[in-house]
C-alpha cells in the first residue's frame, strides 16, 4: 500500500496541526478535512516516488529531490554521509508499508510549506521502522524538506 492509497484511507488528523489553519476553538468539518485531502494529494503521490527510490537504494535521484535551501546549509560530504550512512542503510531492508499514516501541514524554516508524513514499514526481519518525510514546495516544485529515520509522531509530538 503507497502513501496515497494510506493517505486516502486514513484522511488527516487536522486536530494535530502544527500550526493551525483556523481559530483553535473552531472543529474542523468534513469539508475542511476533504479539502486538506485534495490539497496533499500531489505531496503524497511525490512521497510514494521517494519512499520508492530510497527502498530501490538510488540515492542519487534522492540527492536530487532534496531542498535546494537545505542543500545550501550543508557539505556535499554532509550530505553524502547522511544519505549513505543513514537514510540508505534504514530503507534497505524494506520488506512492506504499515497501514498507519498520519500526514499534517508543515512549514520549512525559510518558510516554505507543505506536509509532513508520518509513517513506517517493516523490515524483512518484521520490525516496525517509522520515518517522518516533510514534503514541501520550493521554487514552483516539489521537494524533500527533511526526513527524520527511527522517529514517530509521539516522538515529535509528545502528549501534553
Do not use: W
Amino acid at each position: 500500500m503507497t502513501l496515497r492509497s494510506l493517505f486516502l484511507a486514513c484522511g488527516l488528523l487536522a486536530a494535530a496541526l502544527p500550526f493551525p489553519v483556523r481559530a483553535q476553538d473552531d472543529e474542523p468539518t468534513v469539508e475542511d478535512d476533504l479539502a486538506m485531502q485534495a490539497e496533499a494529494r500531489p505531496y503524497a503521490e511525490f512521497a510514494d516516488r521517494v519512499v520508492e527510490m530510497l527502498v530501490a537504494g538510488d540515492g542519487k535521484s534522492f540527492r536530487e529531490a532534496l531542498s535546494p535551501t537545505g542543500m545550501a546549509a550543508a557539505t556535499p560530504e554532509q550530505v553524502d554521509a547522511f544519505v549513505s550512512g543513514q537514510v540508505l542503510p534504514f530503507f534497505a531492508d524494506y520488506g512492506a508499508p504499515v497501514p498507519n499514516t498520519t500526514i499534517t501541514r508543515t512549514k520549512h524554516p525559510a518558510g516554505f510549506t507543505g506536509f509532513a508524513f508520518y509513517t513506517s514499514f517493516t523490515s524483512t526481519g518484521g520490525q516496525a521502522k517509522p520515518f517522518v518525510l516533510y514534503v514541501v514546495e520550493e521554487g514552483g516544485k516539489l521537494v524533500v524538506g527533511n526526513l527524520l529515520v527511527g522517529k514517530t509522531f509521539e516522538d515529535l509530538h509528545p502528549p501534553q
